[in-house]
């Protein structure tokens, strides 16, 4: 099998559940992992300014790696243009991949991928939810038609949550596979005691950490509620700061200005496990919003393989962790749960907890994943080449 996978977030960022299934998927089919190509508003970015003239793909974990050409540029609004960059980018994928044998499947991550799909020419169009994302703002409104449309079209529906599923079942009436985060144990030696990590030498304990993207999902005043309440507790941020809500911003300046609330900067994923093991518990604390509800936080499994008691917004996703994971929704649970984690009284312990990480490994959703894509191969031959027309489908331009 063939795969040309696409998604919105650069292969080296830390914490996203696309990597961790691709690379595993790629011991045993040909993998093609891209961005999309630039367009107009990417210009006098950072980004765009470091973008390879010519392109290439870096091989990463066994994954060929698109890093697009500058010169390979959307213009949404010259139609002729943009259609042509699109076929241009499509034409280097399937390039790419076209020594290979097996059915060429384009496997979506997001609904912004749509109009590659016609150009693309795929066997079969898979598309994998991790978010609910015509929830998310003024631009989720916007997305909401592609996403319906490939709810339409696509030959295998995933979501990472039951919420996701439930919403796009109820849109469509179609069957939606759940597939959850997972975690890779090899990473995180549970009960290892790693040399403290040079960011939070000077951080006293009890250390209580977030790790991860630092955005609108967090509940940021619930966490300068709690520090302000018990300012011997030190609580560590670890992550990129982006993608906020209108007052974030002053939100984030009062908790930079508390002495036991440290906000520092995001780090490879290959050092994720030494700052979680150098915490004393960890933090799933997310704002109450729909799009939030229907997550489901890779970190909480993290948190787990390390050992590390866990306390956490009452989100769908989490409550079957129960039993090792401390569920709390008012600032006085969070309180109650926090000091209880902190005192060694946490749920469960860390046989039990690392237990629960190993029954979510990432080699057990793959191991479902690629059942999932041997089925869809099995029970439809695929379109011919020439184009997704030939379904009684239509693919949007």
Known sequence: MRIVALAPNDWDAPWMNR?????????????????????????????????????????????SVDRCS????????????????????CFRWRNRLARYPGPLVAYLFHPEYLPFLKRLRADYV???????????GPRGKYLEPAENSLLDIADLVIATSEETAADMRSRNNRRVEVLGNGVDLSRFPAGAAPPERPELANI???????????NQKVDFELVLALAKRRPSWQFVF???????????????????????????????????????????????CYRTLKWTL?????????????GLPVVAT????????????AIAESADEWEKALAAAIAGRGNGNTASRVAMARANSWDTRVARLDSLLGEMVSQRAPA???????????VPS
């Not at 229907?294 to 390390?306: S, T």
Request: hydrophobic letters at 45%; proline letters at 6%; one cysteine or more.
């Open 384 to 394: 011919q080449p020439s184009s997704l027309h030939s379904r009684t489908r239509i």
């Open 314 to 325: 009452n989100l769908p996703a989490l409550q079957s962790f129960a039993d090792v994971i």
């Open 70 to 89: 500058s010169w390979l540029m959307r213009i949404p609004r010259v139609r002729t243009l943009d259609q042509l960059a699109i076929q241009a980018a």
């Open 204 to 214: 006293p304990r009890p250390r209580i950490g977030y790790v991860g993207a630092i």
């Open 126 to 136: 898979v598309y994998h939810a991790y978010d609910l994302f015509r929830f998310m």
């Open 294 to 306: 229907a997550g489901y936080p890779l970190k909480a499994l993290e948190y787990l393989a390390c």
């Open 238 to 284: 670890v992550g990129e700061i982006d993608n906020l809500r209108p007052g974030d911003a002053e939100l984030i300046a009062a908790l930079r200005a508390c002495h036991n609330i440290h906000i520092l900067d995001a780090v490879p994923q290959r050092e994720v496990p030494g700052i979680l093991l150098n915490l004393d518990v960890g933090l799933v």
């Open 19 to 63: 990597q961790n299934l691709l690379s595993r998927l790629a011991r045993d089919h040909k993998i093609v992992y891209s961005n999309g190509i630039w367009a107009s508003w990417h210009l006098g970015t950072t980004a765009y300014a470091r973008a390879p003239y010519l392109g290439r793909f870096d091989i990463r974990d066994g994954v």
